[in-house]
C-alpha cells in the first residue's frame, strides 16, 4: 500500500498541480520535438525501418508483460542483453539512420514546417496512361526478347538505389522504355526506377535475393527482381532476355509467364483504384491497349 501510495503521489498528484507560466523557451522546445517527431515518422514511413519496427515493439510489449508479472529470469536476460539489443539494432538501421540524417541535413528546417500539411500521394500515384505505356513496352520488348527490369515504387522511396543509377527524370512512354533497354545502347544494362509517371533513374543496381526455392534457371535479372520487392513494397516488371516471358515480382513472390490484362490488372491495384473506378476509366481503352501489347 506505501509503494502505491507513493507511486500515486510522484505520478498522479504531480499532474494535478496548476501549471507554470508558458514561456517562449517553452514554444521552441516543443516546436523542435514536433519537428524532428515528423521527420521521424516520414523515415519509418519511406524505408523498411516500420516492418522492422514492429518485431522490437513486440519484444518491448514482452517485456513490460515480463516486468509486471514480476519474471526475474526474464527481466535479467533483458537487462544483461539490452547494451547488445540496442548495439544491434544501430547495425540494422544504420544505412537509414544515414540517410535520414542526410536529408535532415539537406533540408531548411522552416520549408519543412511550413509544408507539414502538404501531400505528394497524389502527385507519385501514377496515371492510366502510364499503366498502358508499361504494359505495351514490357509485350513489345518480350516479342523481340530484349531483356528488361522496371521497377515500379510506391509508398517505400528507393532513392538508395536510384543513386546507383544515371538519372533520367522524363516522361514514360513505350518508346521510351524500349530505348532504354535496347541492345548495345548506354542505358539498357540494370534497372529503370519509375516514379509516379516519370522514369527517374536508369542502370540502377537492385539486390539479389537469396531465396533458394527459386528455378535455377533464372538469371540474375529475375533474381533482382525478386530481391528489391523483398525489401520494399515495389512492384518490379521483369522480362526475360531469353524467352521473352513477362514476369513481375511483388512482397518477395515472382509471378512468371503472366498476360497483358494480368500485368495490368496488377498495376491498377499497386495505383490504388477501386474496381469501380477500374472499370469506368479502363475499360474504354483496355481492348485496343492488350491487342496493340499483345502483337
Not at 544491434?88 to 538501421?93: D, E, K, L, P
Not at 496515371?127 to 505505356?133: F, G, L, M, Q, R
Not at 527490369?149 to 538519372?167: H, Q, R
Request: glycine fraction near 6%; hydrophobic fraction near 45%.
Amino acid at each position: 500500500m506505501d509503494a502505491v501510495s507513493n507511486w500515486f503521489r510522484m505520478h498522479v498528484l504531480t499532474w494535478l498541480e496548476p501549471p507554470k507560466q508558458i514561456e517562449v523557451i517553452d514554444i521552441i522546445q516543443v516546436a523542435l520535438i514536433a519537428y524532428f517527431v515528423y521527420h521521424f515518422i516520414l523515415w519509418l514511413k519511406n524505408t523498411r525501418a516500420y516492418t522492422l519496427l514492429k518485431g522490437i515493439l513486440l519484444i518491448v510489449i514482452f517485456a513490460v508483460i515480463a516486468n509486471l508479472l514480476n519474471m526475474d529470469v526474464i527481466i535479467w536476460l533483458f537487462s544483461n542483453l539490452s547494451v547488445a539489443v540496442i548495439t544491434a539494432v544501430i547495425i540494422i538501421f544504420q544505412p537509414e539512420l544515414r540517410r535520414v540524417l542526410e536529408q535532415l541535413g539537406h533540408k531548411n528546417p522552416l520549408t519543412n514546417l511550413a509544408m507539414l500539411g502538404s501531400s505528394s500521394e497524389n502527385n507519385d500515384r501514377f496515371s492510366d496512361k502510364t499503366v498502358n505505356e508499361l504494359v505495351r513496352a514490357s509485350f513489345d520488348m518480350g516479342e523481340v526478347k530484349t531483356g528488361a527490369l522496371i521497377v515500379v515504387e510506391k509508398e517505400v522511396k528507393l532513392e538508395e538505389y536510384e543513386k546507383t543509377g544515371i538519372p533520367v527524370d522524363a516522361v514514360l512512354t513505350s518508346q521510351l522504355l524500349i530505348n532504354i533497354f535496347e541492345h548495345n545502347t548506354p542505358l539498357h544494362d540494370g534497372a529503370v526506377i519509375v516514379r509516379g509517371d516519370r522514369v527517374v533513374a536508369a542502370t540502377c543496381y537492385l539486390p539479389l535475393t537469396d531465396n533458394l526455392s527459386l528455378s535455377k534457371n533464372l538469371g540474375t535479372r529475375h533474381r533482382a527482381g525478386v530481391g528489391i520487392s523483398e525489401i520494399s513494397d515495389s512492384l518490379t516488371i521483369i522480362v526475360s532476355e531469353e524467352t521473352g516471358n513477362v514476369s513481375y515480382a511483388m512482397n518477395g513472390i515472382l509471378h512468371t509467364g503472366v498476360s497483358p490484362s494480368e500485368l495490368r490488372e496488377q498495376l491498377y491495384q499497386v495505383q490504388k483504384i477501386t474496381k469501380t473506378e477500374n472499370t469506368k476509366s479502363g475499360r474504354r481503352g483496355r481492348g485496343k491497349n492488350e491487342k496493340k501489347s499483345a502483337r
